[in-house]
């Protein structure tokens, strides 16, 4: 039961950090604990395999954490404010210094949905040139 509480907490820092948006739809459909819960019983087999192997606490948790966020890799979140940041360098400061940054990149993250399906955005893919030029293209209408 503690490995369980304990994989909880950690799955909601990462997304909180990595996938804000997937958190916002999540809150917006009071469904937090319930995809939380999810996730983790869906990892329960892999975790007690691992403990009758014997393994570390700290492992099980990172394999455990590594497979509940695998359909969360890669972060757009993260894409679309490393875009921000090294193309649209002002927008970013303003956004960060207004409080808002967050909420601009689940913005464009929503502005982004149909290119990111078009180019099926994975962790194969997320360094495509063209990709990122579309993002660029949609950022830049965006923000004007």
Do not use: W
């Not at 804000?20 to 469904?31: D, R």
């Not at 606490?57 to 993260?78: G, V």
Request: glycine share 2%; with cysteine.
């Amino acid at each position: 039961m503690v490995m369980q509480t304990v994989l909880k907490e950690k799955l909601q820092a990462y997304i909180t950090v990595n996938n804000p948006e997937v958190l916002n739809e999540l809150q917006a459909g009071l469904s937090v604990s319930a995809y939380l819960e999810d996730k983790v019983s869906a990892v329960m087999p892999l975790v007690l395999h691992l403990l009758e192997e014997g393994k570390p606490s700290y492992i099980i948790e990172e394999l455990a954490l590594k497979e509940m966020t695998a359909s969360l890799r890669p972060s757009k979140f993260n894409y679309i404010k490393e875009l921000l940041e090294s193309d649209f360098l002002d927008s970013y400061q303003a956004f960060s210094t207004a409080g808002v940054l967050t909420y601009e990149c689940i913005n464009l993250i929503e502005a982004c949905k149909d290119i990111f399906e078009t180019f099926s955005f994975s962790e194969d893919n997320e360094d495509d040139r063209f990709l990122k030029y579309a993002v660029i293209a949609k950022i830049h209408e965006y923000l004007n």
